[in-house]
């Protein structure tokens, strides 16, 4: 069975639920002195789902003392052992610094987090809801463990976590390498991009010509490209040759190239901005590069028609520091060079697409994260504007494609743009997310 630890400091209500959920008279609850002295185990069962569950309640009586040291070390094992740990607050009481020293043991933790917040019925628990939000495990579950209260809930939470056949699923859509990658090809009129997807496909499917706007509208076919391995990976190619003509008609090419593009987007994870080699960079091209990223999106750039490029090494250069100084927001986009009309770099450019993808829909363990955040604060810890210190206390992962983060800290209004920056770019680094973009949101704790 899957485990599910119930962490918490004393009287937030652990063994109520743990009552609740194990059934008051038929629980199965292991009393073994010695060995489990300080915690109580039972079989739970919650609208058809059933785990095993651990609760650390024991101590509670135990010698005030030593009570920290004793918790800290019960709950760690419990955590170790669980598939999920549900971390309860008493919404009432409020977020009180023994919550946030747990919450601190509990973000070193590889074990996945459940934040709940008990006793949570009524207006007096309101205050202390949006307190438990601050502690970094997202929005908590509102409970009443007493009145049997948000178990419709805390089922949706837990979930994911105990029933493997979802996990499994979930892993599939947002993380399974296999998954048809959403690609979709951008650029300007005359770029290559009608070319270079019937290279792709093998066949004359759209009409190429030296003419803008031969094609009409964006179009999605779905593909299958052989890796190095020769293991089959399904593509979706969205094209959005609909721009030029469009673009043509009413003569405001900037503005309905990238508008259109945009519109592409929406359905891709990975972008890939293909140039002209012969014409170089241009500043539109650098707008629908920085509209991509904003949007959440993966870039590549393709610099195309290398076959009849003239100085490749010095254009291409030129290119990639247009780049570094174009595009503000994320450094080090890949840019590769290929031609559409032999086919070369093609292969390499669409492994390169399943791989950004991969890092795009990273998730971070929240000990490795932990880990990350402490080094890069250590190393470059934040400024003190008039003297006092910009604390940061936490990072969480939000969610992924694209990786978006929330820090909490205490004046983080304070902290200059740069600094954000640092952490970003360091995450990348040492997060493995490459270039593609990373959101960051400061918060404060409380309020
Ligand atoms: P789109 O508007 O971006 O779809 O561009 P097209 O695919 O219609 O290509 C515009 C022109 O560039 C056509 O004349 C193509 O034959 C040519 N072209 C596209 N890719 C390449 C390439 O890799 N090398 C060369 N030499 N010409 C290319």
Redesign the pocket.
């Known amino acids: 069975l899957p485990i599910v630890a119930i962490v918490g400091r004393p009287n937030v209500g652990k063994s109520t639920l743990f009552n609740r959920l194990v059934g008051k008279k038929l629980a199965l609850v292991d009393d073994r002195p010695g060995v489990t002295r300080d915690r109580r185990e039972g079989d739970a069962h919650l609208l058809g789902l059933d785990f095993r569950i651990i609760d650390t309640a024991g101590y509670e009586d135990e010698d005030p003392d030593t009570l920290p040291g004793r918790m800290r070390r019960q709950t760690e094992a419990a955590v170790s052992e669980a598939d999920v740990a549900l971390f309860l607050v008493d919404a009432r009481a409020g977020v009180m610094p023994l919550d946030e020293e747990i919450a601190r043991w509990l973000r070193s933790s590889d074990t996945p987090i459940v934040l709940a917040a008990n006793k949570a019925e009524g207006r007096a628990a309101e205050q202390g809801i949006l307190e438990a939000l601050a502690l970094g495990f997202g929005d908590p579950v509102q409970l009443s463990a007493e009145h049997g209260e948000g178990v419709g809930d805390l089922f949706e939470a837990l979930l994911p976590f105990i029933d493997r056949e979802v996990e499994e699923e979930e892993e599939v859509d947002l993380e399974n390498p296999f998954a048809p990658l959403k690609l979709a090809?951008v650029?300007?009129?005359?770029?290559?991009?009608?070319?270079?997807?019937?290279?792709f496909l093998g066949q004359d499917r759209?009409?190429?010509?030296?003419?803008?706007?031969?094609?009409r509208d964006s179009i999605a076919i779905d593909w299958e490209w052989h890796d190095r391995n020769g293991e089959v990976r399904q593509v979706r190619l969205i094209?959005t040759?609909g721009m030029?003509k469009k673009a043509k008609v009413q003569d405001k090419l900037e503005k309905l190239s990238v508008a259109d593009a945009l519109r592409a987007v929406d359905f891709a994870e990975v972008v890939v901005l293909?140039l002209?080699?012969?014409l170089g960079l241009e500043s539109q091209d650098l707008r629908i590069a920085d509209r991509v990223l904003e949007e959440g999106r993966a870039l590549l750039i393709a610099l195309?028609?290398?076959?009849?490029a003239e100085n490749p090494s010095s254009l291409f250069n030129g290119v990639r520091k247009a780049l570094e100084d174009g595009l503000s927001q994320v450094k080090g986009v890949p840019l590769l060079a290929?031609?559409?009309?032999?086919g070369?770099g093609l292969d390499t450019l669409i492994e390169a697409a399943f791989e950004t993808r991969a890092a795009w829909s990273k998730r971070v363990p929240t000990g490795e994260l932990n880990r990350w955040f402490e080094r890069a604060v250590e190393a470059n810890p934040p400024p003190a504007p008039g003297g006092k210190r910009i604390k940061l206390r936490y990072v969480t992962q939000v969610k992924s494609r694209p990786p978006s983060f929330v820090i909490f800290g205490t004046r983080v209004d304070q902290l200059p743009a740069s600094y954000e920056r640092y952490l970003v770019n360091s995450m990348r680094r040492e997060l493995g997310f490459g270039a593609v973009p990373v959101r960051l949101t400061l918060r404060a704790p409380k309020n």
């Open positions: 090809i650029g300007r009129p005359n770029a290559g991009k009608s070319t270079l997807i019937n290279r759209l009409i190429t010509g030296p003419e803008a706007g031969i094609t094209d040759a030029r293909l002209d080699a012969t195309n028609k290398w076959d009849v290929v031609s559409a009309a032999t070369k």
